[in-house]
């Protein structure tokens, strides 16, 4: 196996090595694993498997999530299909942690290029471990112990009808984690907000509020703060698709952004996501 890291503190790609193979070898599997831990994110080129390997890969992880939004292959559950072909559907053109919505947000994902655009269509990922590493000492403290409160209804339910997103709402409600959580494997601490994420739990205690303003917007503020630190390009990679191109990531340690510039071309991917455990 070939690896070239692709940015000083995220990403690497893979070279010599077969996905569909790694998904019957538990050595080549256990060295993946180790270089995702390490670059957070992992690129690959010319993959050639079946939906089954896909799925049979990411497993190796962990069972598959579905979305409850996105549909997924009938064939084979948890490989959710993300086909986009109309400008109005930009869900992941914003930083964001997968299913940070959800009580066990995903652990990672696989993603696979089945079409995409001739130009344009990058995604971003960053390194939300550096993003945290930088903050201010101030701000660390402020944030020690803080919670915050994330949900889909105001995302993805945002284009549904008022009962629609109820509905959405009542299925899959706001689910509350910490600001700051620790990487179960690494021990890191990792920035925890994103575009999912709405207000804090626990802000308005007397020491952070003398007066309303300290509260709304102040509050506010210090999340916009801390949400905008994704946006930061020394925390970045950007990777460039082609077809049968795969990006695997650990998800509790990195956000990504889909570049919505390539409409009205298509793009097609599929992508298995990992369930992941509940953040502390």
């Not at 559907?89 to 930083?95: A, P, R, S």
Request: glycine share 8%; with cysteine; hydrophobic share 40%.
């Amino acid at each position: 196996m070939r690896v070239e890291q692709l940015g000083p503190v995220i990403g690497a790609e893979l070279g010599g090595v077969n996905l569909g193979a790694a998904s019957r070898d538990d050595s080549l599997f256990a060295e993946i694993k180790a270089l995702l831990l390490k670059h957070r994110v992992l690129f690959l080129r010319d993959q050639d498997f079946t939906r089954a390997e896909h799925v049979a890969f990411a497993r190796r992880f962990g069972e598959l999530e579905d979305h409850p939004v996105a549909g997924s292959d009938p064939d084979h559950p948890g490989l959710v299909q993300i086909y986009r072909s109309e400008k109005r559907e930009n869900y992941e053109n914003t930083y964001h942690s997968d299913g940070l919505w959800r009580q066990t947000p995903a652990m990672g994902a696989v993603l696979r290029c089945i079409e995409c655009p001739p130009l344009g269509g990058d995604t971003i990922w960053v390194n939300m471990v550096e993003a945290y590493r930088n903050l201010p000492d101030d701000i660390k403290a402020k944030i020690d112990g803080l919670r915050a409160k994330s949900s889909i209804d105001h995302s993805f339910g945002a284009v549904m009808s008022p009962e629609a997103r109820a509905n959405l709402a009542a299925a899959n409600p706001p689910a509350e984690h910490p600001v700051v959580r620790t990487h179960p494997e690494t021990g890191e601490k990792v920035l925890n907000v994103c575009s999912f994420t709405t207000h804090f739990a626990n802000y308005h205690t007397p020491e952070n509020v003398r007066f309303g303003i300290d509260k709304t917007p102040g509050g506010s503020h210090l999340l916009n703060l801390l949400i905008s630190q994704a946006s930061i390009p020394e925390y970045q990679v950007r990777f460039r698709w082609k077809p049968g191109s795969v990006a695997i990531w650990d998800n509790r340690s990195t956000q990504h952004y889909a570049v919505m510039d390539y409409w009205p071309a298509p793009r097609k991917m599929e992508r298995a996501a990992i369930i992941g455990d509940a953040p502390y």
